[in-house]
């Protein structure tokens, strides 16, 4: 007895159906988690102040076009062998304080965040050698991930802002390369 072939046109549907539905499970969420953080972010107007030795920070705006928050958790130069993220807290002009910023800083999904002169920015300590106005200053980004993303700063003539630096040991000093 030979086997009858049958076939139904519901059936070619259904099976249609199904490819359509597990290609469906690669969804552009999933896609987006697993890109790398620094993928998704860009860096605009950085600048950094000029400095002769001690201590300079770096500036600008960073710009998360990704659908997840990136964190930045460290940052490292040539220039210094200790970078750090830092933040300025207190209210007047007397009362502002540098601190390192605990904990790193993230970049809001589809947002931005601005490292400005009074505020959150990245600080090069114990520079190697000076930095002159026109030069260009090299920082390297880690996000929490573990992906980079290198950052190229002009080197500016900047006062700076005047700011206490509240680290410890014989860093207390007043600190005014930076803002």
Known sequence: MKAAKYFHPLAAVVVAAGAVLTAGCSSPSSEHEEQPMASTVTVEEAWANAADLGMAAVFGRFTNTGHHDAHMVSVSSPLSDWV????????????????????????????????????DHIMLMDLKRPLQPGEDVEVTVTFED??????TAQIRDFPGAGEEYAGGGDTEAPHTNHG
Do not use: C, D, R, Y
């Open 84 to 119: 750090e993220f830092h933040e300025v807290v207190g209210e007047g002009m007397e009362n502002k304080t540098m601190q390192p910023k605990e904990g790193g800083i993230t970049v809001p999904a589809g947002g931005s965040h601005e490292l400005v002169p009074g505020g």
């Open 146 to 151: 573990g992906s980079t993303l290198p950052v």
